[in-house]
């Protein structure tokens, strides 16, 4: 029987199976196919595949490209983990590879949903639509080369993404842009830190989190800002109390879990330790320890990117070999899986090039449904 003849239904199911990387294949089969994979119940069945399926999937985004590695942990009769991770799909924009869109831009993720910050342009693209938007950020004020972090939301109560911009070391100036009214404003909540270090925001159910401290201070602690109220957050408490300083005795940095969980990660010496939270709104939050690991011997300089697993009771944790600042040849990114026996597996990801990529972004990925307004 022809696909043609088939029930809508039975044709919806059978092509809800499609594996991501070939809907943009399946859209220019044919009209009828492409008209059937923007409607709402495909979108939400093929999305919740996604995200059901065994397999992780997340994109890797540097300077030189955009890949979508996937990532399967099966455990063994014996309780070991086996780790196995393959690129799946270098990720194109419209026709032409998304390095292309996102060379030597700075990356934010929000929920499927990628910002890019290249000077005074900003883009804003969805890949599983194929979406991109670009901003022309307004002069920052009155205050010439002006320190900037970005941030990307959405407001709960009409999913409409926002951009978030914060102007100097001290975070004393910030403004917003909405996509849905194509407009910059300037909120009226301002934080009121002396913030002298924060690192980059982790986005998690819209809102979007920071770990730092404050001038004349290592005491560390989170806070949020709140892109539905458009307010910050008040500090919330680390499962620690110091930010490691200097950076090269150690380091912490946030990883997002399934949209639900903030983890944090403190590496000190050999010793790694992971919290997740129990509880995390902008307002409140509670940790317990995920897992305490020895690195040793294979202590590498940059585990800076991370995910885990609840269920198998494991982290993949990213490394880069060696600060780049001191390499002659080319480094390599590769992964640890650890758990709570230590060490299960290695997996080297290739060559990378012999630079710092300040730009690398590794997150979690699930399509998102929301279109780019």
Not at 217 to 222: E, F, G, I, N, Q
């Amino acid at each position: 029987m022809k696909m043609s003849n088939l029930p809508k239904d039975l044709v919806e199911e059978i092509l809800s199976r499609v594996p991501l990387i070939y809907l943009g294949a399946l859209r220019s089969t044919c009209k009828s196919w492409n008209a059937l994979s923007k409607t709402r119940s495909f979108v939400d069945k093929h999305i919740n595949k996604a995200a059901i399926s065994g397999e992780k999937q997340f994109l890797m985004i540097t300077q030189f490209n955009v890949r979508l590695l996937g990532a399967s942990l099966d455990t063994s009769e014996n309780n070991n983990v086996d780790l196995s991770i393959q690129q799946k799909a270098k990720i194109t924009s419209r026709g032409k590879p998304a390095a292309d869109v996102f060379y030597k831009a700075k990356v934010i993720h929000c929920n499927g949903v990628f910002l890019g910050v290249q000077g005074n342009m900003l883009v804003v693209w969805n890949p599983y639509w194929g979406q991109t938007k670009w901003i022309l950020a307004r002069p920052p004020h009155d205050l010439p080369n002006m320190q900037e972090q970005y941030a990307l939301g959405y407001d709960k109560s009409s999913c409409s993404h926002k951009i978030l911009r914060l102007l100097g070391i001290t975070v004393k100036c910030l403004d917003i842009y909405d996509l849905s009214a194509k407009s910059w404003k300037i909120p009226d909540g301002t934080l009121e830190h002396d913030v002298e270090y924060m690192r980059d925001g982790v986005s998690l159910k819209g809102d979007t989190y920071w770990y730092a401290f404050d001038k004349g201070s290592r005491d560390a602690y989170l806070f949020a800002f709140d892109f539905t109220r458009e307010i910050f957050g008040p500090r919330l408490p680390l499962p620690f109390n110091k930010v490691p300083m200097p950076l090269n005795e150690g380091y912490a940095t946030l990883s997002a879990v399934k949209e639900e969980k903030l983890a944090v990660l403190l590496h000190l010496g050999v010793t790694m330790y992971i919290w997740v939270t129990n509880k995390i709104e902008p307002d409140e939050v509670s940790w317990s320890i995920f897992l305490k690991l020895n690195m040793q011997p294979s202590v590498r300089y940059h585990y800076d990117l991370f995910l885990i697993d609840e269920e198998k009771k494991v982290a993949v944790v990213f490394w880069k070999d060696g600060p780049a600042w001191f390499q002659v040849k080319p480094t390599y990114d590769g992964a640890y899986i650890t758990g709570e026996n230590g060490y299960v597996k290695s997996v080297n990801l290739g060559k990378s090039p012999n630079t710092l990529e300040l730009s690398r972004r590794l997150c979690s990925y699930v399509p998102s449904s929301m279109k780019i307004m």
